[in-house]
């Protein structure tokens, strides 16, 4: 008999993550160990419960999958973790691929592939579906847009954000003008603020000025 593979859960939607749990729990090689509903908890559970892998929500309360997916990385290397986001674009593929996780899958895959990729995962370390595998040979590929952090930790499209915001562009602007969902854009601009402890977007405009992301006439 194979070896039980124990999972935890990290998603902030109640039906979600209990449909996850009625779904994972039929099969008897997977045994759900916890499941939280925010990075801060995970967190928590994580010093006393060591999952094999978690499944992991990018966009989450208090405590985010990215901030989580870091402190995993650092606190528990050898935990695996699958992301299982709505926010599947290729930007988000590619960032969270260079950030060390074990899959990406979008929320609305169907449970034979969530499962095959929970046992391939747990058996060989990795598991990409041919859509994520194509993201990730074209950033290989090509120079990409979405670079590794700068100084202040914002990437090369965050920037670019930042500076259409400072255009005073809506999100919906953005989102035609860098091909990107309204709902990424939306996700990118809280990160922002976070990244640049800026309060609201006037705070986020002199952050923009003082680090000479932007400048003005003379």
Not at 18 to 27: A, C, I, N, R
Not at 176 to 183: I, T
Request: a negative charge; hydrophobic letters at 40%; proline letters at 3%.
């Amino acid at each position: 008999m194979k070896e039980e593979i124990k999972i935890g859960i990290a998603e902030d939607h109640t039906i979600v993550r209990s449909g996850l749990v009625s779904m994972l729990s039929e099969y008897e090689r997977i045994k759900i160990l916890f499941d939280v509903s925010n990075g801060e908890e995970l967190m928590e559970i994580l010093k006393t419960t060591k999952p094999d892998i978690i499944l992991l929500d990018i966009e989450m309360p208090i405590m985010d999958g990215t901030i989580a997916l870091e402190k995993i990385k650092k606190k528990h290397p050898k935990v695996k973790v699958i992301i299982i986001t709505a926010f599947s674009g290729d930007a988000h593929i590619i960032e969270f691929t260079k950030k060390g996780v074990n899959s990406f899958l979008p929320k609305d895959c169907k449970i034979d592939e969530l499962t095959e990729a929970i046992f391939t995962v747990y058996d060989k370390g990795k598991f990409f579906n041919q859509h994520v595998s194509g993201v990730i040979a074209q950033e290989l590929a090509e120079p990409s847009i979405v670079a590794e952090s700068d100084d202040e930790g914002l990437t090369k499209q965050e920037i670019e954000i930042i500076k259409l915001i400072c255009e005073n562009k809506t999100s919906k602007e953005i989102a035609n003008d860098l091909s990107l969902s309204l709902k990424a854009i939306e996700f990118h601009r809280s990160k922002i603020l976070r990244k640049t402890n800026s309060k609201n977007m006037a705070a986020l405009i002199i952050y923009a000025v003082q680090n000479k992301l932007i400048t003005f006439p003379k």
